[in-house]
């Protein structure tokens, strides 16, 4: 099994342009979340699923979209990239609420 | 929502002694308490959890107690080791998982 996998690995976009960052499991997971890392402030939740077809806000969700249409990929959309999102973002799947299993993260730079 | 608040946000210990990380909770519904260790590069790792109907869990020199009437849970490492150091994260999760800021622990050989 490969876990949970993130791509990709680092980005830098411009202020105002979009892009996907991918993120899927092959655990068979439910659950699968999306987090931000920033230094001082942990790791906070910004969307989650727990299923195909369902997803829910976390903590911060402004200015990212997802969508869940199959159990494997959960992909996290940036539509219009600003400074304030450069972060390192983790992916994380379970079977419920249960361990969680992250990915090794994608460093994100907005300039 | 969730809010979990960790203390200490440093930590430095001589190798051999024991270390104490401490968590708060806010939501009196959550049931899972998990820790996570997280290496430099990386994502975290699971060390230790526990649910709600339990006080107290050990896996080799690391446990975990839970205090659902104070809504607070302790992490403790024993005869730390240089490979303990790391970020370690708190978290309390019953709808959706809520981690507190992190504890980074230094171990000096």
């Known amino acids: 099994n490969a876990g949970v996998t993130q791509t990709p690995k680092f980005q830098v976009l411009k202020t105002g342009q979009s892009m996907t960052l991918q993120c899927a499991q092959d655990?068979?997971?439910?659950?699968m979340s999306w987090y931000r890392q920033d230094p001082g402030m942990g790791l906070r939740l910004i969307h989650y699923?727990?299923?195909?077809?369902?997803?829910d806000q976390g903590e911060v969700p402004n200015g990212y979209n997802v969508s869940r249409s199959t159990t494997e990929d959960f992909p996290l959309r940036l539509l219009s990239a600003a400074p304030s999102q450069t972060s390192v973002y983790f992916c994380?799947?379970?079977?419920?609420?249960?361990?969680?299993?992250f990915g090794p993260g994608t460093r994100l730079t907005v300039t | 929502g969730e809010n979990v608040e960790q203390h200490p946000s440093t930590l430095s210990v001589q190798e051999g002694d024991s270390a104490v990380i401490k968590c708060t909770y806010s939501?009196?519904?959550?049931?899972?308490f998990p820790w996570y260790k997280q290496e430099l590069g990386k994502g975290p790792q699971l060390i230790i959890d526990?649910?709600?109907?339990?006080g107290e869990k050990k896996d080799q020199r690391i446990a975990v107690t839970l205090n659902k009437t104070a809504k607070h849970f302790s992490l403790h490492i024993t005869e730390t080791q240089p490979e303990d150091s790391a970020v370690y994260f708190c978290?309390?999760?019953?709808?959706?998982?809520?981690f507190g800021a992190g504890t980074r622990l230094t171990v000096k050989p």
């Open positions: 994380a799947s379970s079977r419920g609420h249960d361990e969680q299993y």
């Open positions: 655990m068979n997971h439910e659950y």
């Open positions: 699923s727990v299923g195909a077809g369902i997803t």
């Open positions: 939501d009196s519904a959550s049931n899972y």
């Open positions: 526990i649910r709600s109907n339990v």
């Open positions: 978290a309390a999760s019953w709808n959706d998982m809520r």
